[in-house]
Every structure is written in structure tokens, then in C-alpha cells.
């Protein structure tokens, strides 16, 4: 890709990191791919890493990347998790995919974040300004300690100050390269899909979006959040021109990241919409699921058999349902 101390704003190269135990076959590969579609027509060199086919290791917080091997986390040469970052700040755009799990980003998508402690410098800095100079103890300490507990310390553990941020916020310098310039990590999206419909869900992964870039020194440009997620899994034809529609939308969206650097507010708009409405999804997820459970005997389930059997539905459960299917209607 490109030198890391060189990065501008243009995005003409991402990387797509998926979190999720389905890999390549996730939902949030299905919608990677299509925003990946799009960024390649504008021109952007594009790749995708599973996390789950990679070796990991959690971090153990020794702080060895800080303090006794700094820049290396002590497991760089034991897991693939040190090079990936490596490579992941050679792009241009960092996209970080994974399916709500637990209300969160799954434990491998966490784990992979965590890990990137090795590519900031462990001292502190106040609100991103590295000439900001700590205010040490003054001369005579011990004969002016309370001078300097007084206005320094005390002011923090007083219970009127305890949840406030007083002055500002504090944060861990970026590496310095060896010719001297910042060491960068380039901006960073998400992606993230759920299985429950509303997309209130995302409203912790929303947070997680603006305040993790600012301990990774970036900013998040790209927030892609799709309720009803479990809808792609059916990959039924009863829902290609939906899926049509959204994949456009995204395409679109993946030209816009690589033309201007960001999703405009209409693309946004589009892809927040719900793919279909809330209950119907609730149906069809408890059909579904009836279906998995060997039980077709629902209304929904007769009409989805009877669309089934005149225009061969391509729902990935396909197989599944023909053997049950037998079991069930030879059995009456
Ligand atoms: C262990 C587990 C926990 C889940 N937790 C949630 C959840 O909290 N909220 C939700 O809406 N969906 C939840 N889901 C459903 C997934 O978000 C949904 O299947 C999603 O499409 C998975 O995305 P993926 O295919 O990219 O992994 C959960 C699924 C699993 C397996």
C-alpha cells in the first residue's frame, strides 16, 4: 500500500477486517462485499481478513508492548494479530465488521481491537497537544506537599468534581517514525448487523464508533448498522428486489467512501431504512425457525412451502426443508 507516515485523506485502498464466526458466508460479509463492490468501481484496491481464520491470542495486559518490549506486544511473533495491524495501517480505511453478539462486536472483533495497544506510545498527552507539559511537583516537595496536593490532587477526589472531566481530555501519544513524523492509524468504520429488527440496538456500537477513535488517535467514517440482518441468511428470491435495492444502496455508498471520503446523508438515509417491516420480520423469523424445528404447520409456513414448490425458493435452508418436509407430509 503506501508508506504509513504519508497518509492523507483519500481513500483509494481498504481493508475489511470480519469478526464474524461465519466468515465468509456472515451477514456481514454479505454486506461488505457490496460497499467493497462499489469502493473497486471507484478505483480502491480492496481486501478482506477473517478473524476467525486467524491466530489470535487475547491480550494479557502486561503492558509488555509499553514498557519492556515497546511497539512489540509480547505475542508478535506467536500469533498473526501483531502483522495484521501492520498490514491493516497500510490502507487507507480500517472497516471493522462483525454481527451483534451479546448487545456487542463479537469476541474476536474486541480481542483484534484490543490489541492494538503496540502502535501508540504508552505516556499521555491532554487534549492531543504533545507540547502540553505536565505539571510536575514543585521544588521542596515534601515541604510544600499540601501546595501541591491543594490544587493538583485534591480537586479530583472531591465528590462535587468525581464524574466531571475537568480540563480536558487525556489520551496516549502516537509513535514517533524513525525519520521523525507521526506514526499514523488510518481512519476506521464499522459495520455491524443484528439479528433483532430495530436499529436502536446500535446505539452502544454508535458510542463505541466516536470514542474508540479517540484513544486510536482517528476518526470513524463509515457506520453501516443493519437490523433484520438474519433477513440475507434466507437468500430467498421472495426478497432479491429488497436485497437489489439495499445492495445498490451500499455499492453506492462505497463510491461516495472512495470519491469524497465519506457516506452522504441520502446514501445514509437509505441504508438505516428497515428492509422490511418489523413484524412481518418477526414472522418470518418465527416461521423460520418453526421450519428449523420440524413444525410446517402454520399458516406462513404452508404459503412459503406452496411458493417453494411452484417457483423453487433459493433459501439456503433448502435442503434441510425438503427432508423435513418428506418426514413431515409422508408421515400424514
Ligand atoms: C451468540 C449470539 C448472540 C447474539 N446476540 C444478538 C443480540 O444481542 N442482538 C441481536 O439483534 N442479534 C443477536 N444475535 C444475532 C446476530 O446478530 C445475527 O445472527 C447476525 O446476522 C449475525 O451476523 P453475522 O452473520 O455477520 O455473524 C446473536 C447471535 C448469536 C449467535
Same mark, same amino acid.
Request: with cysteine; aromatic share 10%; hydrophobic share 35%.
Given at each position: ?161 468525581? /464524574? ?50 479517540? /484513544? *486510536? ?82 399458516? *406462513? ?22 427432508? *423435513? ?8
Amino acid at each position: 500500500m503506501k508508506d504509513n507516515s504519508t497518509l492523507d485523506n483519500k481513500i483509494n485502498s481498504i481493508i475489511m477486517i470480519n469478526g464474524s464466526p461465519r466468515r465468509a458466508k456472515s451477514n456481514t460479509q454479505y454486506i461488505a462485499d457490496s460497499l467493497l463492490e462499489g469502493a473497486r468501481e471507484a478505483g480502491a484496491i480492496t481486501e478482506t481478513v477473517y478473524l476467525y481464520e486467524t491466530r489470535m491470542q487475547f491480550c494479557q495486559g502486561e503492558f509488555h508492548c509499553f514498557e519492556k518490549t515497546p511497539g512489540k506486544c509480547m505475542y508478535a511473533q506467536k500469533d498473526e494479530v501483531q502483522s495484521l495491524w501492520e498490514k491493516a495501517v497500510t490502507f487507507d480505511l480500517i472497516l471493522i465488521g462483525s454481527g451483534l453478539y451479546a448487545s456487542f462486536l463479537t469476541g474476536r472483533t474486541k480481542m483484534f481491537l484490543e490489541r492494538v495497544l503496540p502502535l501508540l506510545d504508552p505516556h499521555l498527552e491532554k487534549n492531543g497537544d504533545p507540547d502540553y507539559i505536565d505539571p510536575s511537583p514543585p521544588e521542596g516537595l515534601l515541604n510544600n506537599i499540601l501546595d501541591f496536593l491543594g490544587p493538583h490532587i485534591l480537586p479530583a477526589i472531591d465528590p462535587k468534581n468525581y /464524574n466531571k472531566d475537568r480540563g480536558g481530555e487525556y489520551h496516549h501519544r502516537l509513535r514517533i517514525n524513525e525519520d521523525g513524523t507521526h506514526f499514523k492509524i488510518p481512519p476506521i468504520g464499522f459495520i455491524c448487523n443484528a439479528g433483532l429488527p430495530e436499529q436502536s440496538q446500535f446505539e452502544v456500537i454508535k458510542e463505541y464508533a466516536r470514542d474508540l477513535p479517540k /484513544n *486510536l488517535r482517528n476518526e470513524c467514517i463509515v457506520e453501516i448498522y443493519r437490523g433484520q440482518g438474519e433477513l440475507f441468511t434466507f437468500r430467498s428470491a421472495l426478497f432479491w428486489p429488497i436485497f437489489k435495492r439495499y445492495q445498490n444502496h451500499l455499492k453506492q455508498a462505497g463510491r461516495e467512501i472512495v470519491g469524497t471520503g465519506k457516506i452522504s446523508e441520502e446514501t445514509q438515509a437509505e441504508l438505516e431504512k428497515p428492509l422490511i417491516d418489523h413484524d412481518w420480520y418477526m414472522s418470518l423469523a418465527n416461521a423460520h425457525f418453526d421450519r428449523e424445528l420440524g413444525d410446517f404447520s402454520s399458516p *406462513l409456513n404452508r404459503i412459503i412451502l406452496a411458493h417453494e414448490k411452484i417457483h423453487g425458493l433459493a433459501d439456503n435452508t433448502y435442503k434441510k426443508v425438503q427432508d *423435513l418436509k418428506k418426514k413431515y407430509f409422508s408421515s400424514k
